[in-house]
């Protein structure tokens, strides 16, 4: 049907997808030029005169991320940012793999129960916590320190891990769990040999979902972890600038790209795993 | 079923138990308490805080703004999701459409912040435009605008196209799967009755689609209901632009007001308890649990 609807029909409906695929990227492509022109170059012109230009190439510059990675500090910041992701991700999604197994295949009082606070919990917004944990964290001399953000990221991603975990892990077929139990087999075993590696493509999913959100959040780290350059993540750092480097656009560019690099990376070369990890959660939600 | 030993489970479970008891269910309990208390929880003062935030004009703002985001954002990117999965599922270049509106979900709002504070840039007639949206009015010889400074409309506008480009590429992801879920032949055999394409739409996509709509749509209520960081980065809250997520986050860490802080998150959650017992419900009606 497709190959033979003739071009003069077809033609409106190409233009307006080029069109709005032209719009959604052209913003992110202004940034990714500015990050390379010189300051005088940025606050002269447009970044779309490059084009009049397109092959002189010498207009570009690494000037602005030299300035932002060492001097203004983001090299730092994209280490605090990495100290802070990967137990954030990795500690949640180990305990939430138990919590999912034991409310998918074990039996036991008050089951149903708490997993339908735990749905609950998945929309209590993060601001119904902060102030008793902030107070909790000064006490325990937990505020401003890694540890600290880590626990609070755990705490806050259980239950949507959980949930994603749960729904994967309660599908796979009970045969074979009847086949383990003649073999033998304790739940420990089950767990590890059978349902984590057959649970992959859904323990791939969440980890990129924890992974780009804990790396992407601005607000448990304002609140936990401030604005101290060495514990700082990026996103703190770079709306810190935004107020004090408000003009200086090659170097908010540059930052900003800089926190960019990680999760485009991660998006194109596992986007699969992302999209199913959102269908997962929303769709059978 | 394997056979379980009674403590086995809750060797399983009493990790995440604690935690979330701790992270997400103990303070949300203390928030409620101390919001009847003082800035620093010592005194008790009844609704106080709560007067003070349906009478405080800033906090009226906020809410007025928060709704104007509801009313608009979710639409917009409920539709948008929509009209750009079917129009995409026609062409061959599906997925390198697909991936650029779906692109700004895996960077920060931050990021996404400075990326359109630059589309908005404003300078004085008088020099070159930098930003893109000043230099086409230039050349359809027009002022520019101070687009994140005229209020009440434009700003807040502004910042809801912030919001709708990073959240339609979710949109669509979902409703594109839940439309290839529709059995093609049901709409050729609409179209060869000599439906028209508009009435395929709305006659047998919308309705079939429906659940997964109300689905995005709750999703997309419940994130702009929180939202914080596009108007923290790109206005934080000034000209009209205050949400109730960022007031909150003021009057915790600049005013030092827990009291206050702590009924704003209340109403916050009280906004988005109707969003729970959807997903509740829609949780009960999936599965009875085995």
Sequence with gaps: MKKLEPLFTSLPLHLIIILIAFIWILPSVGLLITSFRSSAEVASSGWWSIFQHPFNFTCFTLENYHQVIIRIGIGRAFLNTLFITIPSTVIPIAIASLAAYAFAWMDFPGRRFLFVILVGLLVVPLQMTMIPILRVFNKLGLAGTFPGIWLAHTGYGLPLIIYLLYNFISSLPSELFDASSIDGAGHFQVFTKLVLPLSLPALASVTIFQFLWIWNDLLVALVYLGGTPDVAPMTVRISALVGSYGQDWELLTAAAFVSMVLPLILFLSLQRYFVKGILAGAVKG | ?290
């Excluded at chain 2, 509106?101 to 007639?125: L, Q």
């Design chain 2, 1 to 290: 079923m394997l056979y379980t030993k009674k403590y086995t489970p809750w060797l399983y479970i009493l990790p995440a138990i604690f935690l979330l008891f701790f992270f997400l269910v103990y303070p949300s309990i203390n928030t409620i308490y101390i919001s009847f208390f003082n800035y620093n929880s010592e005194i008790w003062v009844g609704i106080k805080n709560y007067i003070y935030c349906f009478t405080n004009e800033i906090m009226l703002n906020s809410f007025k703004n928060n709704a104007l985001w509801v009313i608009l954002f979710v639409p917009l990117t409920v539709f948008l999701g929509l009209i750009i999965a079917i129009l995409v599922d026609r062409v061959r270049y599906e997925a390198l459409v697909k991936s650029i509106i779906f692109m700004p979900m895996a960077i920060s709002f931050v990021g996404a912040g400075v990326i359109w504070k630059f589309v908005y840039a404003y300078r004085p007639a008088s020099s070159a435009q930098t930003g893109i949206l000043n230099a086409l009015r230039a050349a359809l010889q027009l002022e520019p605008l101070p687009w994140l400074i005229i209020r009440p409309w434009l700003n807040n506008f502004c910042l809801i196209v912030v919001g709708v480009w990073i959240w339609t590429g979710f949109c669509m992801v979902i409703l594109s799967a839940s439309y290839k879920g529709i059995p093609r032949e049901l709409l050729e055999a609409a179209r060869v009755d000599g439906a028209s394409e508009f009435k395929v739409f709305w006659r047998i996509i919308l309705p079939l689609m429906e659940p997964t709509l109300a689905v995005v749509a709750t999703t997309m209520t419940i994130n702009v209901l929180k939202v914080f960081d596009i108007v923290y980065v790109m206005t934080n809250g000034n000209y009209n632009t205050e949400v109730i997520a960022n007031r909150m986050y003021k009057e915790m860490f600049i005013f030092r007001n827990y009291g206050r802080a702590s009924a704003i998150a209340v109403i916050l959650l009280v906004l988005i308890i109707p969003m729970i017992v959807i997903n509740i419900q829609r949780f009960r009606e999936q599965e009875g649990m085995r």
